[in-house]
């Protein structure tokens, strides 16, 4: 029988944070679309997409602070927001640049938009999570 104490501690605890920040960033979704069609029509489409980051990746550094990495050590608020900022802005463009691409690229891809943004996201979601758990919640 299979039994979850046979996968070392390590390994479990990363799995956990994985989901966790999965979850967060599912939430951080939700708040980016909900910012971004609200704020639109009275400032445009990239402004609004600007509030719409600011917004769901200062909720997500909240979540994830007090949950996802609760057990790392604290350090000042403003630094680390700032960091984890940073850090999705790249995972964004990464996001963004793999799913620009395939649409350029791959004819399926351009026909079934779903798999270009589902793939972009996984890759900015594993650059996020690697990120913060090494620089940011370190």
Request: charged fraction near 10%; proline fraction near 5%.
């Given at each position: 029988?299979?039994?979850?104490?046979?996968?070392?501690l390590?390994?479990?605890?990363?799995?956990?944070?994985?989901?966790?920040?999965?979850?967060?960033?599912?939430?951080?979704?939700?708040?980016?679309?909900?910012?971004?069609?609200?704020?639109?029509?009275?400032?445009?489409?990239?402004?609004?997409?600007?509030?719409?980051?600011?917004?769901?990746?200062?909720?997500?550094?909240?979540?994830?602070?007090?949950?996802?990495?609760?057990?790392?050590?604290?350090?000042?608020?403003?630094?680390?927001?700032?960091?984890?900022?940073?850090?999705?802005?790249?995972?964004?463009?990464?996001?963004?640049?793999?799913?620009?691409t395939?649409?350029?690229?791959?004819?399926?891809?351009?026909?079934?938009?779903?798999?270009?943004?589902?793939?972009?996201?996984?890759?900015g979601?594993?650059?996020?999570?690697?990120?913060?758990?090494?620089?940011?919640?370190?």
């Amino acid at each position: 029988m299979f039994s979850l104490d046979r996968i070392p501690l390590e390994r479990r605890l990363f799995a956990i944070q994985l989901l966790q920040f999965g979850v967060i960033g599912t939430i951080g979704f939700c708040w980016y679309t909900a910012v971004e069609y609200a704020a639109t029509p009275y400032v445009g489409p990239y402004v609004g997409g600007l509030a719409g980051f600011v917004i769901a990746a200062s909720s997500n550094w909240l979540l994830n602070r007090y949950w996802t990495f609760k057990h790392r050590p604290r350090v000042a608020p403003h630094r680390q927001w700032l960091l984890f900022l940073a850090a999705n802005s790249v995972g964004s463009a990464v996001n963004l640049s793999i799913n620009f691409t395939l649409i350029a690229t791959v004819p399926f891809c351009r026909a079934h938009l779903f798999v270009p943004i589902m793939i972009g996201t996984l890759c900015g979601m594993v650059f996020n999570f690697s990120a913060s758990r090494k620089l940011v919640f370190r």
